[in-house]
Nanobody
C-alpha cells in the first residue's frame, strides 16, 4: 500500500515559483506511476504530470508543459513538482497520487492512492 504526503504549497505572485514535494512510503519493492493533479473550486480534478518511479521522463499536460518539471529522489522516496512562471489560473489544490504502469496523464479514476493535497494560490 502506497502512502503519499504532499507539502510545499503556499501563496506566490504571478511569475513566481514554488516547489511541491510528495513523500511516498510503502512502495520500496514495487514500481509505480506517481501523478500530479490539481483541482480548483467548481472544476474537475486535472492531471498535469506523471512519472514512473523506476525512472524515465515525466509526461506533462499541455497546460503546464514548459513551466512545470517533475523530478524524484529515490534515496528519499520523494517526488517534486517544480512550478515556474506561475499564473493565477494555476491556483488550486495540488495532489499526488499512485497508479500502476503504464503511466499516463489520465483522469483521476485510474489512481488508487492519494495524498491529502497542498494549496497553491497565485495572485496577479
Amino acid at each position: 500500500q502506497v502512502q503519499l504526503v504532499e507539502s510545499g504549497g503556499g501563496s506566490v505572485q504571478a511569475g513566481g515559483s514554488l516547489r511541491l514535494s510528495c513523500a511516498a512510503s510503502g512502495y520500496t519493492y514495487r514500481r509505480y506511476c506517481i501523478g500530479w493533479f490539481r483541482q480548483s473550486p467548481g472544476k474537475e480534478r486535472e492531471g498535469i504530470a506523471v512519472i514512473y518511479t523506476g525512472g524515465g521522463r515525466a509526461i506533462y499536460a499541455d497546460s503546464v508543459k514548459g513551466r512545470f518539471t517533475v523530478s524524484q529522489d529515490n534515496t528519499k522516496n520523494t517526488l517534486y513538482l517544480q512550478m515556474n512562471s506561475l499564473k493565477p489560473e494555476d491556483s488550486a489544490m495540488y495532489y499526488c497520487a499512485a497508479d500502476y504502469p503504464p503511466c499516463a496523464v489520465a483522469g483521476p479514476d485510474k489512481y488508487f492512492s492519494w495524498g491529502q493535497g497542498t494549496q497553491v494560490t497565485v495572485s496577479s
